[in-house]
């Protein structure tokens, strides 16, 4: 069974590396192991969005009356949620399959082993081998939820982010252990149903890897839906009793708090599935967990390729789909330009989204700029105070010496949607004033962009 490329793995960096292969005219395979489409699209980016979604309808319904609009207190039905979200999942993951019987693009199930040769060895369900060959091999494997030693997770009372998705009854309290993107949204969507939410963050923010003012920002939104926040603090360990989990967890002072509660998430990040690949057979180098490659995603043996979250990166899925692109250009002989991985933009979709690109305030200053900071508050806005929602700001970090747009962080409705804005004009190099020079529409959310950057220089009219 020849192909000219292999792709094993159907997430975002896998499928869109069998499609991009096949429209480029490449015989193409790909192999999956469970369902097409990846974490991402199962039990990852999409169903969560799809839950949140559920949450923000949940609580529109009970604040109506701030909006002028009569309605009966709404009733949150977690199992209804989680079949919506069940379904969402599914239609994205049958997109996924037109698309590769779109493109000509060969489906195998099964489990895949590399193998030299240029071959991969799958096992199907029915534990049959089969093997095939290709000049061009790319893994394209993911990652899961990391299992912590102190965290042992059982499905049940300590549990990933796959059981979050679809526990089958609300519980009364969660202890939420990471404060990442998956943590958060979880914390917050859980809050909002009526759990009574603590979440524990080891670093002194939560959202740790975003800029400060913002982690303040949803910190504060946090307490104030009644979420219990902690940060610098840790989870010692969690005693089972029955149905209740006994949480240790050191405090920032040094304290140990007890915290009793129905369910513990553990949010703590992902590992990449590399376990059984035949990697070591193959000679493939790996390094803490992650497969070595260059800047078009080959690796050490010639011919075998990795993209994703198995490589050192940013483990989100927009990523894994440009690598993929860069991948299999190059493996048909263009020259496309690298990924860009200063930027790359992160999105949190709890309330207030979180939407950032390139350095902090706190990095770009450590990097030696000179830097000016210019905020536009949401409470200013005319589009946020119609919506019934001004919490949050634009925060626009500007080099001093040359007007380049060194970060760019958002927090507030719908800033997911606009941080591409800021992508495009750093990709191509667009300065923050000629940003601001360019007219934005009114009322709007993104209008504060050019507000934010007029702020930097002392020259804003409504900040």
């Not at 493109?103 to 489990?111: A, E, K, L, R, S």
């Not at 060895?121 to 790319?138: F, L």
């Not at 180098?285 to 010639?302: A, H």
Request: net charge negative; hydrophobic share 40%.
């Amino acid at each position: 069974m020849n192909y000219d490329i292999i792709v094993i793995g159907s997430g975002p960096g896998g499928y869109v590396a069998a499609v991009k292969a096949a429209q480029m005219g490449k015989k193409t395979a790909v192999i999956e192991r469970e369902n097409l489409g990846g974490i991402c699209l199962n039990w990852g980016c999409i169903p969560t969005k799809a839950l949140l979604k559920s949450a923000q309808v949940y609580n529109y319904i009970n604040h109506a009356a701030n909006y002028g609009v009569s309605a009966q207190p709404a009733e949150a039905d977690l199992e209804a949620m989680v079949q919506r979200s069940r379904g969402v999942a599914e239609t994205m993951s049958k997109g996924v399959q037109f698309l590769l019987k779109k493109n000509n693009v060969d489906v195998i199930m099964g489990t895949a082993k590399v193998k030299p040769g240029h071959q991969v060895e799958v096992t199907d369900a029915e534990g049959n081998v089969t093997v095939y060959e290709a000049p061009h091999i790319i893994i394209a494997t993911g990652a899961r939820s990391r299992n912590l030693p102190n965290l042992p997770q059982d499905g049940k009372h300590i549990i990933g982010y796959r059981e979050a998705m679809t526990l089958p009854k609300k519980p009364q309290s969660m202890v939420v252990v990471g404060s990442g993107a998956i943590g958060s949204e979880f914390a917050f969507f859980y809050q909002s149903i009526g759990v009574q939410v603590t979440l524990v963050e080891f670093m002194p923010t939560i959202l740790p890897n975003e800029d400060e003012d913002t982690s303040a920002n949803v910190a504060r939104s946090f307490k104030k839906m009644g979420m219990k926040v902690m940060m610098s603090a840790s989870v010692e360990k969690v005693d089972v009793e029955g149905d209740i989990c006994h949480v240790h967890i050191k405090d920032k002072k040094g304290a140990e708090v007890l915290v009793d509660c129905d369910v513990v998430l553990s949010a703590v990040g992902v590992i990449t599935n590399l376990e059984n690949m035949g990697l070591e057979e193959t000679g493939i180098k790996v390094e803490r967990t992650k497969i070595e490659v260059d800047d078009y995603y080959q690796t050490n043996v010639p011919g075998y390729y990795a993209i994703g979250d198995v490589v050192h990166g940013p483990a989100l899925a927009h990523v894994a789909s440009a690598e993929a692109i860069c991948c299999v250009e190059k493996i048909c002989g263009e020259e496309p330009a690298k990924v860009n991985y200063s930027n790359i933009p992160g999105c949190t979709y709890t309330t207030p989204e979180v939407a950032s690109v390139g350095l902090t305030e706190k990095k770009a200053v450590e990097a030696g700029h000179e830097v000016l900071v210019g905020k536009f508050f949401f409470k200013a806005s005319g589009k946020a105070t119609a919506a019934g929602n001004n919490d949050g700001f634009i925060k626009m970090v500007i080099d001093k010496q040359t007007d380049q747009i060194l970060g760019a962080h958002m927090c507030g409705d719908n800033v997911t949607e606009m941080i591409a804005g800021i992508v495009v004009a750093r990709q191509n190099g667009l300065t923050a004033k000629q940003v601001a020079s360019s007219i934005h529409p009114h009322p709007t959310m993104s209008e504060a962009v050019m507000e934010a950057i007029e702020a930097a220089y002392g020259k804003a009219i409504h900040g």
